[in-house]
């Protein structure tokens, strides 16, 4: 049997393959027919060609380390974002509309050469890095596509944008399986996994592929153990008696827009950590400048370390040779014996780093990042354990309630708003609960008994969301979509009816 990585998107001709029954079928047919009424509506009484869709996700545990080389443990959402595509060889412009008339349509030329303008951020720019992507990988390929023909587009996400939840990768991620489709390709998942990830670069964010695996490659009922180098995933059943609860802190987390402060700093002084640490632990300046591109890169070298010391923690080497204190860049270019425009390639994103940063938090970073990349094997032998499922769950909520620490301190990607949420889900019988995500914003996911998800829902709406329902932030009757129970869904499908 093939791996999942290693097959192709399913095409279904039905929706109960994806949504299963009940509501949630009800639901998704009702959304499929409002997606081909709009795309009838803008389009000239025109019909879709086909439909694409890719769910959203959230992180279990494993927060920062993807791009750090590090495993994951994500599972995909029932929430997603679902498109409706068709080719117009009449015309040579792409037409993206919405089916929330919050987002206005957007227009771009059918070259698959233009740049993206990341000055003026618009919510179609998603799309465009998906087409940039696939065209750059069907001509390596020796894919023939012809010249470039106009496509038409209608969206409908419903993962909440800010929220830590994907809405981006569930968005590029439908859009490159819409526009893979509609030009008669299928690649393979784990090729689908790779080129999304670095499609989404196009917008400026340094992602590290966890995302985009997940949404993917999911399958009902199970959680995923992401791998990198090569991306493959691993099936993890959740023990019985637990669920998953996610909550929104209402506080959006704009990853693309403050990225230059926030998620790719981090990208950047997790790259300065790992030169340093390869320095101190042997390297030459020249051959750690050129060779190390993530702390997994110098892993081995700090476990030797540590073994020396009695120990198989690479936390150990970090203590040892990354100083607490902020590093000045000054203090850095000295050690590393070049300037550090030189050493990021001059890469534009990263510069931006450089021109915002005043200081650089290395031992932080890097203790972070090898302590949680610990954390997801920990989760991993957890769940495969003899222990008994209550004893599984009380040891994964203290693994998680591990990570959002390590997060809020070492990493600093949460905010005051996730501090309350966390501390309000913990006083209200979560087992363990974190932020999930980038950070900075966006949801908190809590690990809680399954016979208790109803009452804890009631008191974190109370506790946590009845004072901004009261102060106007958020509708009673939008509660749904901020704080919900969920069980791992399916991930990425095209339909054709």
Not at 427 to 448: F, I, K
Request: one cysteine or more; aromatic letters at 8%; proline letters at 3%.
């Amino acid at each position: 049997m093939a791996k999942q990585e290693e097959v192709a998107v399913p095409i279904f001709s039905s929706l109960e393959h994806v949504y299963c029954e009940g509501s949630q079928l009800d639901e998704a047919k009702a959304r499929f027919d409002v997606l081909k009424s709009k795309f009838n509506q803008v389009f000239d009484a025109s019909t879709p060609q086909l439909f694409a869709r890719s769910p959203g996700r959230v992180n279990l545990i494993g927060e920062h380390i993807d791009y750090e080389g590090y495993s994951v443990l994500p599972m995909a959402i029932r929430q997603d974002t679902i498109i409706a595509i068709r080719k117009r060889e009449d015309q040579n412009q792409l037409r993206i509309a919405n089916v929330n008339e919050k987002y206005t349509m957007c227009t771009y030329p059918a070259d698959p050469h233009q740049e993206i303008d990341l000055k003026n951020h618009k919510w179609g720019h998603y799309f465009i890095c998906a087409y940039k992507g696939f065209h750059e990988y069907a001509k390596s390929k020796g894919i023939n596509l012809d010249s470039p023909v106009g496509l038409d587009v209608v969206v409908d996400g419903i993962v909440p944008t800010g929220s830590g939840l994907s809405s981006s990768a569930a968005f590029v991620c439908s859009s490159m399986i819409a526009i893979m489709s509609v030009f008669g390709e299928n690649f393979e998942k784990k090729e689908l996994a790779q080129l999304t990830c670095e499609c989404e670069r196009h917008i400026g964010t340094q992602s590290g592929g966890m995302d985009q695996a997940i949404s993917i490659m999911a399958k009902t009922g199970f959680a995923e153990l992401i791998d990198f180098n090569p991306v493959r995933a691993t099936d993890v059943k959740l023990p019985d008696g637990g669920s998953f609860v996610i909550a929104h802190s209402l506080a959006e987390s704009q990853k693309a827009v403050t990225a230059a402060k926030n998620y790719n700093n981090r990208v950047v002084e997790c790259r300065l950590a790992s030169i340093i640490l390869g320095i101190k632990l042997g390297m030459e300046p020249k051959e750690a400048i050129s060779k190390v591109k993530t702390l997994s890169d110098v892993e081995g070298l700090c476990v030797s370390f540590a073994g020396d010391h009695g120990s198989s923690d690479p936390v150990i080497a970090v203590k040892e040779y990354l100083k607490e204190e902020p590093y000045t860049a000054e203090e850095i270019e000295k050690i590393i014996e070049e300037k550090l425009p030189s050493i990021l390639n001059s890469d534009p994103t990263s510069l931006a780093v450089l021109n915002a940063a005043t200081h650089f938090k290395l031992h932080q970073r890097a203790a972070h990042v090898y302590s949680e990349a610990r954390r997801v094997h920990g989760f991993k032998d957890t769940v495969y354990s003899n222990l008994s499922d209550e004893e599984k769950l009380k040891k994964l909520g203290d693994l998680m309630n591990e990570s959002h620490y390590s997060c809020s301190v070492l990493y600093e990607c949460s905010c005051p708003e996730l501090e309350e949420l966390v501390e309000v889900s913990r006083e209200n019988g979560a087992l363990g609960a974190r932020l999930t995500g980038a950070g900075w914003g966006g949801c908190t996911v809590s690990l809680v008994k399954e016979s208790g998800v109803s009452q804890f829902i009631a008191a974190v709406k109370e506790k946590y969301y009845r004072k901004r329902i009261e102060k106007g932030v958020v509708n009673e009757e939008d509660m749904g979509l901020y704080l919900f129970a969920s069980k791992p869904s399916s991930g990425a499908a095209i339909f054709n009816f």
